[in-house]
C-alpha cells in the first residue's frame, strides 16, 4: 500500500482528519503503565495546557495529533510520576547548606566533618549539621559536647541525629537558647551530668521526663545532648533563615527530587511562612514541583487556616495538619508498651498529652483538615489511634494519616480499617534500621514493625515516602525496599534486613503507594496518581520495567526523565 493511501485509511479508521488535533507534547514509542485499575499499556500519549488529552497505540495518537514538541521514550517504561508520601523537601533543601554529617563512622569523624565546614565558611555564625547515628559506630554511646567545646569555644554549633530528634550543642549554642542547669523539657530529655556526694561528676541522667531523686543534687550541667522536645528551643534557629536561603534551598531540593523522578512531595511539617514562599515561587514559574503540605502543629499555625481555610491549587494543597507522637527508635525516643530490650526500665516519651492530641483531632474534625500523625512505637500508635478512633466516630472519608507506623501490635491494627485510618510507610527505613533494631526492640516486637503488607491489608492501600532528608530521596529505593528489603541492602555482608517475604509489597503495589495511593492520602486522585486522560502530564521514564524485570535487574534500574504538567524538568 502506498504511503498516501495508508494515511487516508488511517485517517479513516480514526474517524477525523489526519493530525487536525493540537498538543502540547506526544510521547511515543513508550510503554506507558497508566496504573489505572486495568493496569493497562499504551504506546503514546497526547498532552495540552498540563493535562493528558488521549493515550493510545503509537500511529493512532501521532496521526491524530499535530504537537508543538514530542518525545521519543526510545521503548523505555513510563510511569505516573513518583510521589514521596512523606518527606522534609524544605528541610532537605535546608541541609545542603549544613554540614553533611550522614555515613560518619565514629563521633571523632563527625567533628572533622565539623570543623572542615567551619573553616570553609568563616561567614556562618552558627554552624549546623545533620546526619550522624549512633548506632553506626564502633562506640554506639551518645556524643558529648567537651570536643565540640574545644574546637568551637567562641560559634554555635548543633548538630542534629540524623533522624531529627536528637542534638547535641556546644556550650555557647546551649547558653544562645538558655539552657542550663535549671532547665526542663516536657515532651524530651537534657541529658546531664550530676554531681553526686563522692564529687564524681561522670553520674548521667536526664531531665524533661519527669523530677526524681537525682534533682537534689546542687551540681548539674547539661552535655549538650538533647532528645525531641528538648531541642525546640532551636526552632527560632531554623526559622530565621532568611528569603534568600530558603528560596535556594527550595530549588536545590527541586532539582535533586526531580533528578530521580520525583514530581511531587508531601512536605511533613511547614509553618505559614515558608508555604506562602512556595506558593509565591509557584506563581512566578520557578518552582514547578507539587507540593502537598502539612501544617505544623502550632497554635499560631492553626489559627492562621481557622480563618483562611485550605489551600488548593494546580501545584500547592495545604488542608492537613502535621502532629509528633513520639520520638524515633534509633535515639530510644519512639514510646513502647513495654521497655526498650537494650534499655531496661526506659519506654521512649510522647512528646504531647493526650489531651493535645484530643484537642488538635477535633480542631481538624471541625475545620476539615487531614490529621497525619508521627507514630513510630507500639503505644503511641495505639494511643493515636485510639484518639482517632474516639473523634471519627466510625468509618468516614477524612483520610487521616499515622505517619511510619513502624511498631504497631497485631491487636491494633484493625483500628486503621474500623475508622478509615491510612498507614503512611517508609520502606527504607527498614533497610537502615537493620542492623540494629531487633536489638533495641526484641524479637517479639521485632515480628510487629515494618509490617508493610499486613497494614496494607487493613485498608487495601499505603503512602510511601522515604522521610527524606532522614533517608535518602530516591522512589526506586522505596520500590526496592518495599518488595524485597534483603535485596534492598546496599551492603551485602550486612544482616538481613527486617522485612520478610510475607510482609513485603507486591511490586504493583509498590508503584501504586509512589502514585495512586499518594493521590488518594492527598485527595488529589482526580488530578494525579494514574496516566489518565483528564489528569495531568506528571510521568517518570525509567530503563527497565519495574513490574516484570528480574530481581537482579532491579538494581540497574534508573530514571531517564521526569516530566510535570506535560514539561521536560529532567
Known sequence: MKPSLLLLVLALLTGCGYKHLDADLVVHNAIIHSLDEGDSVFQAMAIKDGRILELGPEQQIRNRYSAKETYDAAGQHVYPGFTDGHCHFLGYGLNLQKVDLSGTKSWAEVLGRAKAFADAHPEKTWIMGRGWDQNDWEVKEYPDRKELDDLFPDRPVLLQRIDGHAAVANAVALRHAGINSGSKASGGQIVGRFTTPDGDRSWMATRGRQEDEHMRYPMWEPTGLLIDNAFNVFQAIFDEADEATKRKALLDAQRDCFAVGLTGVHDAGLDTGSIALIQRMHNEGVLKMRVYAMVTDSAANLDYFAKRGPIKTDRLSVRSVKVYGDGALGSRGACLKA??????????????????????????????????????????????????????????????????????????????????????????????????????????????????????????????????????????????????????????????????????????????????????????????????????????????????????????????????????VH
Open 339 to 568: 521497655p526498650y530490650s537494650d534499655r531496661p526500665g526506659e519506654h521512649g516519651a510522647l512528646l504531647a498529652s493526650r489531651e493535645h492530641f484530643s484537642e488538635v483531632a477535633r480542631w481538624c474534625k471541625q475545620h476539615d483538615f487531614q490529621m497525619n500523625t508521627h507514630c513510630i512505637g507500639d503505644s503511641a500508635n495505639k494511643l493515636l489511634l485510639d484518639v482517632y478512633a474516639e473523634v471519627l466516630g466510625g468509618t468516614n472519608d477524612r483520610r487521616w494519616r499515622i505517619e511510619h507506623a513502624q511498631v504497631v501490635s497485631p491487636d491494633d491494627r484493625p483500628l486503621f480499617r474500623q475508622y478509615s485510618i491510612i498507614p503512611s510507610i517508609q520502606p527504607t527505613h527498614a533497610t537502615s534500621d537493620g542492623p540494629w533494631a531487633e536489638s533495641a526492640i526484641g524479637p517479639e516486637r521485632i515480628g510487629n514493625a515494618y509490617a508493610y503488607e499486613d497494614l496494607r491489608k487493613t485498608l487495601g492501600l499505603l503512602a510511601l515516602g522515604t522521610d527524606f532528608p532522614v533517608e535518602a530521596i530516591d522512589p526506586l529505593a522505596t520500590f526496592y525496599a518495599a518488595v524485597d528489603a534483603n535485596a534492598a541492602r546496599a551492603e551485602p555482608d550486612a544482616q538481613a534486613a527486617i522485612t520478610s517475604s510475607r510482609t513485603a509489597l507486591t511490586r504493583t503495589d509498590a508503584l501504586r503507594g509512589m502514585t495512586l495511593w499518594n493521590a488518594i492520602a492527598s485527595f488529589t486522585e482526580n488530578d494525579l496518581g494514574t496516566l489518565d486522560a483528564g489528569k495531568f502530564g506528571d510521568f517518570t521514564v525509567v530503563n527497565v520495567d519495574l513490574e516484570k524485570a528480574p530481581a537482579a535487574m532491579l538494581r540497574q534500574a534508573k530514571v531517564t526523565a521526569t516530566f510535570v504538567h506535560g514539561e521536560r
